[in-house]
């Protein structure tokens, strides 16, 4: 049988490990993208796999029930809410992305996101890591 404790009952650790809700839950970047015992190189991975959302009806739907788990998530959130929020989750979405492309350049790893760029099927992507090669 298992035993959920409340986050009063687990002490310090229960109260810093809250879920997100609301407009967070949809912000919130995925932990494949800031795992820190991941590597940096397949986190981008992960951070460009995320450009095939787009604001396309159909696509902000498959990125709201990615992103919350839930089956239906406009029985929680409003289309227009979801239409609202995703320019938040693009933008950290695409800071996530500047820091990585900074953390491989540092480390001589460069070669990783210039394939990633050159491979990604998602012309946004591309633009982006292009641009972040430039600048970062």
Same mark, same amino acid.
């Given at each position: 049988?298992?035993? $959920? ?21 949809? /912000? ?5 993208? /800031? ?44 289309? $227009? ?8 989750? #693009?933008?950290?979405?695409?800071? #996530?992305?500047?820091?990585?492309? /900074? ?11 210039? @394939?990633?760029?050159?491979?990604? @099927? ?5 633009? /982006?890591?292009?641009?972040?090669? @430039?600048? #970062?």
């Amino acid at each position: 049988m298992t035993t $959920h404790l409340s986050s009063t009952s687990q002490g310090w650790l229960g109260s810093i490990e809250k879920k997100p809700t609301g407009r967070d839950l949809l /912000t919130a970047l995925p932990e494949a993208m /800031t795992d820190p015992f991941t590597s940096p190189a397949r986190r981008l991975e992960e951070v460009v796999e995320s450009f095939r959302f787009s604001r396309d009806p159909l696509s902000l739907l498959e990125w709201a029930t990615t992103q919350t788990g839930l089956a239906d998530p406009l029985g929680e959130f409003t289309r $227009h809410e979801l239409e609202q929020t995703f320019p938040f989750y #693009c933008h950290r979405r695409d800071a #996530c992305l500047r820091e990585l492309v /900074t953390t491989l350049k540092r480390s001589g790893e460069l070669a990783v996101v210039q @394939r990633l760029a050159s491979e990604t @099927r998602y012309p946004s992507a591309r633009k /982006t890591l292009l641009e972040a090669i @430039r600048t #970062c």
